[in-house]
């Protein structure tokens, strides 16, 4: 396993859940921790500590048998090497016992959930080691907590702020998270008392309100027709929060964001407070043939993700269909090796890709969501026990985000009594239009509400998935 993230985590722990002592399951990932990244955004307002979202990821791995090498994988070598035999990873040490020692590990099966690389690089200036805060790590959310609480006494000073939240490329993903730190950011602004000294600005590539990288929803409310549109524009209004809309960040400088939109404007926007999410890649492994050749442009996307079972033949939008979303993981160039969670290709957006007229791409990338994630993870662990214990004839298991629903919890401020979140569902997650006609998804299973219930659901769902993660009694029964 490589990656300790939600997909990998979860496909380790079902692993070893299933096979027998004979059978080794090994996890590869550089950090120490589990992080519970959805509540990062309560770390980034402060009201959780970074030690509230992590745990330590070695004591679980040792109870329940799973060898752990704290390291970064670097290469795969599928057909083996002249230095090994059998299919292996190349890895480099992390661990500080053993920081930067490099080593080759064997395997039977692979699984790649390494995840997003958050490609900060991809804006000058974005990012922590430039000029803006990140909420995508527990240490990131910590330093935009420090640096929110700066701004806040900034307002009780007198002195008015203005707060720019959303992504820092025209490509990013994750637009959810963006949307639901703006507005926990609002609540905090709010609750301090200082509303009113502060002007906060939603930035993003999407091309209108609520369409998170899913090309928006259509929901049925009380008998009526309704959109994510409609529904997310009425809290921006009720809210006081500005949108920026089909934005993409070219460079930021101290204090400014220089952005392009869609219609080819070159735009500024002043700042004391950023927090822009990068765009991801892969995480740049490189991949080797049996004579030692690099395949890597076989085995990933020019993105770094890992092409899997899906359709990656370009065509127009309008073309693009359910079936062309992969449902087993596996590999395109190796079978037993499989690409779940964020570090597959996805074949296309879901969004309508739209081009400014400079010829810049501004549309959000597919999101790869935490609970589909984990339906990935789980996926690719059934097929790798089959096998094992029927062979290769055994039947695949499956799970395309065209035919799985997704739900999304968006917190809108935290609070057990004040706190409020949106909360969405959609099946399916890719819009299937031959099957759910002009919507694309099921009326009876796609829906939104926004209220303190939903902020209850998500911090449920932050006490159920960490009690998983750490394979508690009856870890199992809780969904991913
Ligand atoms: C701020 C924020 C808020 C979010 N909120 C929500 C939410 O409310 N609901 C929701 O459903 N989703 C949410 N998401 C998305 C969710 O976090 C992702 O969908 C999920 O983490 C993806 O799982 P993954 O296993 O693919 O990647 P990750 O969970 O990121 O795990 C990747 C793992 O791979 C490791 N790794 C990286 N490179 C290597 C390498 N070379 N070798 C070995 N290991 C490597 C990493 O250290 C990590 O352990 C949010 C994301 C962000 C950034």
């Given at each position: 396993m490589l990656g300790a993230g939600i997909s990998g985590h979860t496909a380790a722990l079902h692993l070893r859940r299933l096979l027998g002592k004979g059978h080794e399951v090994v996890v590869v990932s550089p950090n120490s921790k589990w992080n519970w990244i959805p509540s990062n955004i309560w770390v980034g307002v402060g009201k959780m500590t970074t030690d509230q979202v992590t745990f330590p990821l070695a004591p679980i791995y040792k109870r329940k048998g799973i060898t752990f090498h704290q390291a970064l994988a670097t290469a795969l070598y599928p057909e083996g090497s002249p230095d090994m035999e059998s299919p292996h990873v190349s890895v480099t040490f992390t661990d500080p016992s053993r920081l930067n020692e490099t080593a080759n590990i064997a395997y039977d099966y692979l699984i790649n959930a390494t995840g997003p690389k958050l490609n900060f690089a991809a804006t000058p200036g974005l990012g922590p080691d430039g000029y803006t805060a990140s909420v995508c790590t527990a240490p990131h959310a910590t330093e935009a907590a420090a640096q929110l609480a700066t701004v806040i006494s900034k307002m009780k000073a007198g002195q008015r702020q203005r707060l720019v939240i959303g992504v820092?490329?025209?490509?990013?993903?994750?637009e959810g998270a963006a949307f639901e730190y703006t507005f926990n950011v609002e609540h905090e602004v709010r609750d301090a008392g200082v509303r009113d000294m502060a002007d906060i600005t939603y930035l993003t590539n999407e091309y209108e309100l609520g369409d998170f990288g899913v090309g928006g929803m259509t929901f049925t409310q009380k008998g009526l027709e309704t959109t994510s549109k409609l529904w997310t524009e009425s809290l921006f209004r009720e809210r006081g929060v500005n949108a920026v809309l089909g934005a993409h960040v070219e460079k930021i400088e101290p204090g400014v964001i220089n952005y392009e939109q869609l219609d080819g404007s070159k735009n500024q926007l002043e700042y004391d407070f950023a927090m822009l999410l990068p765009p991801f890649r892969g995480a740049d492994l490189q991949a080797f043939n049996a004579v030692g050749d690099d395949v890597s442009a076989e085995v990933f996307a020019p993105s770094g993700f890992m092409k899997v079972d899906a359709n990656y033949a370009a065509k127009p939008f309008e073309q693009w269909r359910a079936e062309d979303w992969p449902s087993t993981y596996e590999s395109s160039r190796f079978p037993n090796v499989f690409g779940v969670g964020i570090a597959f290709a996805p074949p296309?957006?879901?969004?309508m890709p739209r081009t400014s007229p400079n010829g810049t791409v501004i549309t959000p990338a597919p999101p790869r969501t935490g609970m589909p994630s984990g339906v990935m993870g789980k996926t690719a662990a059934l097929t790798i026990f089959d096998r094992i214990k029927m062979g290769s004839s055994a039947t695949d298991h499956k799970a395309s985000m065209s035919s799985m629903g997704a739900a999304c919890v968006a917190s809108a401020g935290t609070g057990l009594r004040r706190g409020s979140a949106a909360a969405m569902t959609m099946y399916?997650?890719?819009?299937d239009y031959q099957r759910?006609?002009?919507?694309?998804?099921s009326a009876k299973d796609t829906f939104g509400e926004i209220g303190l219930a939903g902020h209850w659901i998500k911090y449920m769902l932050h006490v159920a998935f960490i009690y998983k993660a750490k394979a508690r009694p009856l870890w199992y029964l809780i969904p991913e």
């Open positions: 820092g490329h025209g490509t990013c993903t994750c296309h957006q879901i969004s399916p997650v890719v819009p759910f006609g002009r919507t694309g998804r």
